[in-house]
């Protein structure tokens, strides 16, 4: 049997385009490409077919490089509660619309903050426990901790503003 042809996908975001082979799917295959984006923004595409020819499926993930550290119940008391810097923390669940800008904002503020602030995300609906212990009711929520204490937390999808407020009354206290 003659391996599959290949067909050519192009991507120009930018000045420099990307251009990956496509294989062509068998009955019986797999296939995964991913493309890299100079602003950390990755496109994976997972091709699959099944047994039946007529159906085939497409699966697209996208994600982005977070600054922001994951935590977990698990994790929690060691990351968190015993931080010798103030930590704030993005309570989140992967279906939340609002959440994906909220991570935007954090990842910005990781960055502006390093050093004098440690930030995470927890995915709530992983971690009950810890988003029940904390009255978190909602989803995006971020709280802001100071020698293992909640100070200050900012409720929904807001402005920037709004969380450099928060941090700010956090590293003055």
Same mark, same amino acid.
């Given at each position: 049997?003659?391996?599959? %042809?290949?067909?050519?996908?192009?991507?120009s975001?930018?000045? /420099? /385009?990307?251009?990956?082979? #496509?294989?062509?799917?068998?009955s019986?295959?797999?296939?995964?490409?991913?493309?890299?984006?100079?602003?950390?923004?990755?496109?994976?595409?997972?091709?699959?077919?099944?047994?039946?020819?007529?159906r085939s499926?497409l699966?697209?993930f996208?994600?982005?490089? /977070?600054?922001?550290?994951?935590?977990t119940? =698990?994790?929690?008391?060691?990351?968190? #509660?015993?931080?010798d810097?103030?930590?704030?923390?993005?309570?989140?669940?992967?279906?939340?619309?609002?959440?994906?800008?909220?991570h935007?904002?954090?990842?910005?503020v990781?960055t502006?903050y390093?050093?004098?602030?440690?930030?995470?995300? #927890?995915?709530?609906?992983?971690?009950?426990?810890v988003?029940?212990?904390?009255?978190? =009711?909602?989803?995006?929520?971020v #709280?802001?901790?100071k020698?293992?204490?909640?100070?200050? %937390?900012?409720?929904? %999808?807001?402005? =920037?503003e709004?969380y450099?407020?928060?941090?700010?009354?956090?590293?003055?206290?």
């Open positions: 049997m003659a391996s599959p %042809s290949c067909a050519t996908s192009r991507y975001g930018s000045s /420099s /385009s990307l251009s990956r082979p #496509l294989p062509l799917l068998s019986q295959s797999l296939c995964q490409v991913q493309f890299n984006h100079p602003l950390g923004l990755s496109l994976r595409l997972k091709l699959a077919s099944g047994a039946r020819k007529s499926h699966r697209v996208c994600h982005r490089d /977070s600054k922001a550290a994951v935590v119940g =698990k994790s929690w008391d060691k990351m968190i #509660l015993e931080s810097v103030p930590v704030l923390v993005e309570f989140y669940a992967s279906w939340c619309g609002p959440c994906r800008m909220v935007r904002v954090i990842d910005e990781a502006e390093s050093g004098r602030l440690k930030c995470f995300v #927890l995915d709530a609906d992983n971690d009950l426990k988003a029940e212990n904390y009255d978190v =009711k909602a989803v995006p929520v #709280l802001l901790f020698n293992g204490e909640k100070c200050d %937390s900012v409720i929904g %999808s807001m402005p =920037k709004f450099v407020a928060a941090i700010e009354r956090v590293l003055a206290s």
